[in-house]
């Protein structure tokens, strides 16, 4: 490649141009029909994602946070979570799983992960089980699918509800089902970065229980089951009709960027080289990893980092700081010790990885990687 060449992380602005005539059309469409918060578009995009995903009921929220506190919330309301019950999640996320749990009055109980999936197993579930354990988040990070026929298993043998942070994994599957319809209910991104990603904030809960959507739908509206009527002390959680317009285009698209992702994530695991690397555990049936993002381990990450910087190659680390280290939970969360979420926060660096990155560039950046 040229010498000033420039590879970003994720090149947006590439990946979106691709439907830039049939957004301008909806988004145009939205403007003139006048309608801009629980439309047509939110009310079809409910049911488009619902028939993809496989559940009965959808929610379409503001956003992933939103939405997975709108779940724990709605637990609360039927009664089978209260306050300071403590819910199990895996160690190694974004703080937003953390801060969903948090804002709605219960307490995180971080688990260690392995080392090549990022994801921790059942027996560390186990480990992690106490006796205020009444919930079990299972986060499908960078886009792998973290359910087992086991683990999903274990959980109702100890009556825990089973949700799912499907933020980083829309498409992901265990055998034929997609991740967002394997536990009692899910939340979902659709931040413009994700593998389906609308052009601001938004989201969705999915479920096929219909009195934790009907609560869930109430509470997002302010908590209002009819106009001006309050059942809750609800929130304004809504997507507005641009991004449900913005999700209709993209859709029909998502399992072909997904493919994508999983051709250039195979081609990185088949050449990428160097011995100070440790590779993501490839993906295996029963499981279809929809590659998020492809994340590498190192010791020399900071170095690795800096020497793709000067050949003009982006990269990110997700995540600099793991939520039980951040200052706001000092005190919640002192205590544990999590050395395989110490490790991988030190050592993990994320590698281009999306649709619009060419082969071309992806073999300018193995290439480099290579020769460090």
């Known amino acids: 490649m040229k010498p000033d060449t420039y590879i970003p992380f994720l090149d947006l602005k590439a990946v979106n141009q691709r439907f830039e005539p049939q957004l301008s ?12 918060l629980v439309g047509e578009h939110t009310e079809k995009f409910e049911q488009e994602f619902g028939a993809y995903i496989g559940t009965r009921h959808v929610l379409a929220v503001s956003n992933g946070t939103n939405a997975l506190e709108l779940i724990l919330r709605g637990y609360r ?16 996320t974004f703080i937003a799983t953390f801060l969903a749990i948090v804002n709605q009055g219960m307490v995180p109980v971080p688990v260690d992960p392995g080392l090549q999936t990022f994801l921790p197993d059942l027996p560390a579930l186990k480990r992690s089980l106490g006796t205020k354990t009444k919930a079990l988040v299972l986060i499908h990070l960078y886009g792998r699918t973290a359910y087992s026929e086991a683990i999903a298993e274990w959980a109702n043998s100890q009556g825990l509800l089973l949700i799912e942070d499907n933020a980083q994994a829309v498409g992901s599957q265990w055998n034929a089902k997609k991740t967002g319809s394997l536990g009692h209910a899910a939340a979902h991104s659709f931040y413009p970065t994700k593998n389906l990603g609308a052009l601001g904030d938004a989201g969705a809960v999915t479920t096929d229980d219909p009195e934790l959507a009907a609560c869930v739908r109430a509470l997002a509206h302010y908590g209002s089951t009819e106009k001006y009527r ?11 009709e641009i991004q449900a317009a913005a999700l209709r285009v993209k859709l029909p698209h998502l399992d072909r960027d997904n493919q994508q992702r999983a051709l250039l994530a195979a081609r990185y695991l088949e050449r990428l080289s160097h011995p100070d690397l440790l590779l993501p555990e490839p993906e295996s049936r ?24 000067s050949q003009g190659i982006e990269t990110a680390i ?10 706001a939970f000092a005190s919640l969360l002192q ?5 395989v979420t110490e490790k991988i926060h030190r050592q993990t660096l994320s590698l281009p990885l999306h649709p619009a990155l060419s082969e071309e560039q992806q073999d300018y950046i193995i290439t480099c990687i290579n020769r460090w």
């Open 335 to 339: 205590g544990y010790q999590l050395p």
């Open 25 to 36: 059309q909806s988004a145009l469409q939205v403007v003139r029909a006048g309608q801009y």
């Open 318 to 327: 997700h995540y600099p700081v793991p939520p039980h280290r951040q200052p």
């Open 77 to 92: 309301e039927q009664g089978l979570l209260q306050p300071n019950d403590e819910i199990l999640v895996p160690a190694n």
């Open 230 to 240: 309050y059942a809750y002390t609800g929130f304004n959680f809504r997507m507005d």
């Open 286 to 309: 029963p499981f279809y990893h929809t590659w998020h993002l492809f994340t590498v381990l190192t010791e020399q990450r900071d170095s690795l980092r800096s020497y793709l910087a």
